[in-house]
């Protein structure tokens, strides 16, 4: 029977959890839920997995009943970009089946992750090391989701105790699963470029700074704040999370430092900035202060640009360097 439900598990961050899950608690404890057939090969595929929407309040319900869920990590949202494009669709969607997962968590006694992201801070957060209590008024309709869901998590847990934690994601990038439709995407898909040898056209300024995070930190800060004493968390569901503040030229700078390792061509960059995207990305802080993390469950990042980047352009071109860098 499966402990553990998954929203989402089919985006970016669903990806990565499901299989960090299974590692832990074994394949069969793990059931991957979102609303479309994972292809045979995706890690959902290699265990329990449902079609559910997370609009679908009573089948969340039935299935956490039925299988005597305990945790519930939710994923399911629709992210910075898509949200701006469709801000309604995007309001029901990520504060319905937040309500449904809160609904559903406090009726059955589970405990929930649901991420929160550094899309909560607005132009009048301080630019450099947005702090851990700042003001939030986001200027993108997904920031705004993501500020109400902090403040939804809180009402939950203080009037009936539900234990709902959360993270202020950075970007984040991944090799796995290609990420679904947010500012941040222009990190994942420019290493996907130089790793077909092609050239990238980048959606935001050269010089958009903005704080990302390697996934397998994110996952490893997710499994590690879900393991926290309960007691010890003083923002239990909206911590700020930091790892590498970044602008698109010093990935690219980065990546063509480390062709030759890979055997890879020349890479070129050029900057078309989307005024949509790059409205999004100016409203949000260049650098986060995650002391709060550090201090209350002694979070500290593992990967930085150099690291990141011989993995990411090692498991994209199946290269067996890696990311150990030796003496490049
Ligand atoms: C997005 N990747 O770009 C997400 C994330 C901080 C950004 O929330 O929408």
Redesign the pocket.
């Known amino acids: 029977m499966p402990r553990v439900l998954i929203t989402g598990a089919l985006g970016?961050v669903g990806t990565e959890l499901t299989l960090a899950l299974r590692e832990r608690y074994g394949v069969s404890e793990v059931l991957a839920t979102d609303i479309r057939t994972p292809s045979p090969d995706h890690p959902a595929a290699s265990g329990p997995f449902k079609l559910l929407d997370g609009l679908d309040a009573a089948g969340l319900l039935s299935t956490v009943q039925e299988q005597g869920i305990q945790e519930i990590y939710h994923l399911a949202a629709l992210?910075?970009?898509v949200?701006e494009a469709k801000p309604a669709l995007a309001w029901h969607l990520n504060m319905q089946s937040l309500i449904n997962v809160l609904d559903t968590a406090h009726a059955c006694q589970c405990r929930v992750f649901a991420p929160s992201?550094?899309?909560v801070f607005g132009p009048d957060t301080p630019r450099n090391l947005a702090p851990q209590l700042t003001s939030l008024r986001p200027t993108s309709m997904?920031g705004v989701t993501?500020v109400a869901g902090e403040l939804l998590c809180d009402d939950y847990a203080r009037r009936y105790g539900v234990d709902v934690r959360g993270l202020r994601?950075?970007?984040?990038i991944s090799a796995s699963a290609p990420?679904g439709?947010?500012?941040?995407?222009y990190s994942v898909q420019m290493y996907h470029a130089a790793a077909r040898g092609e050239p990238y056209t980048c959606f935001l300024s050269s010089n958009t700074a903005?704080?990302m995070l390697f996934m397998p930190d994110a996952v490893r800060a997710t499994l590690d704040l879900m393991d926290a004493p309960r007691e010890s968390l003083r923002y239990p569901n909206a911590y700020n999370l930091a790892g590498m503040s970044l602008t698109p030229a010093a990935i690219a700078a980065e990546i063509r430092r480390q062709l030759h390792r890979f055997d890879l061509p020349h890479f070129e960059v050029e900057y078309a900035p989307d005024p949509v995207r790059q409205a999004?990305a100016d409203g949000?802080p260049s650098s986060i202060d995650d002391a709060a993390a550090r201090q209350d469950w002694h979070w500290r990042p593992a990967y930085d640009l150099r690291r990141m980047t011989g993995e990411m352009l090692s498991a994209l071109t199946h290269h067996p360097t890696g990311g150990i860098i030796h003496g490049t």
């Open positions: 970016q992210l910075s970009a949200a992201s550094i899309a997904y993501k994601y950075p970007g984040l990420p439709g947010g500012t941040t995407d903005l704080e999004i949000w």
